[in-house]
């Protein structure tokens, strides 16, 4: 299997809880930043700053709607997690062939609503609801492979297979 170059996303649909279309929105996806302990002393020439293994610092995830939606209004639910999947069709090309063709791109989250604005009122023009939610669960998969799953409340961390965090959940005497 060849690597394609990727050139653009031709589209995407954001489904809430797995089943209803949310609508016309854009996505500022998380910075995945990795929680970091600075190490200084004896035996070192200065200091290092050190993530740690599979914990990370806070992720959020900013949706903006083109206009009102059922579901948009149920995320104002705080005591819900809700699911928010997000289907992509990514444009690449063949570097040899130079032939185009577009591969599947799906993002997954659990989020907590910490702001969600209503936007604003102008005719003829989008509303540009703004919700930003505290992400807990992420998953990424692109053609159909998982790459990245980082779950908080159950110490999962996955990089392309990879279970960074399996033996802490097993020392930690966690069943997940």
Not at 34 to 53: H, K, Q, S, W
Not at 146 to 160: A, S
Request: proline fraction near 3%.
């Amino acid at each position: 299997m060849r690597n394609h170059q990727s050139e653009t996303t031709v589209a995407f649909r954001v489904y809430h809880d797995g089943k209803d279309y949310l609508g016309t929105a854009t996505l500022e996806m998380p910075e995945i930043g990795y929680m970091t302990e600075t190490l200084n002393g004896a035996g070192l020439a200065g200091e290092i700053e050190t993530p740690v293994v599979g914990l990370t610092q806070s992720m959020t995830v900013k949706m903006t709607m083109t206009s009102a939606t059922h579901p948009f209004f149920d995320s104002l639910d705080w005591t819900r997690s809700a699911l928010y999947e997000c289907y992509g069709d990514l444009q690449v090309v063949d570097p040899v062939t130079h032939i185009r063709t577009t591969k599947p791109y799906r993002i997954n989250f659990l989020g907590r609503l910490k702001t969600e604005t209503l936007g604003s009122l102008e005719m003829g023009k989008k509303h540009g609801n703004e919700m930003e939610f505290e992400v807990t669960r992420l998953e990424v998969y692109l053609d159909g492979e998982e790459k990245f799953i980082h779950d908080k409340l159950n110490f999962i961390h996955r990089v392309n297979g990879n279970d960074l965090l399996a033996q802490t959940r097993k020392n930690l005497g966690l069943s997940v």
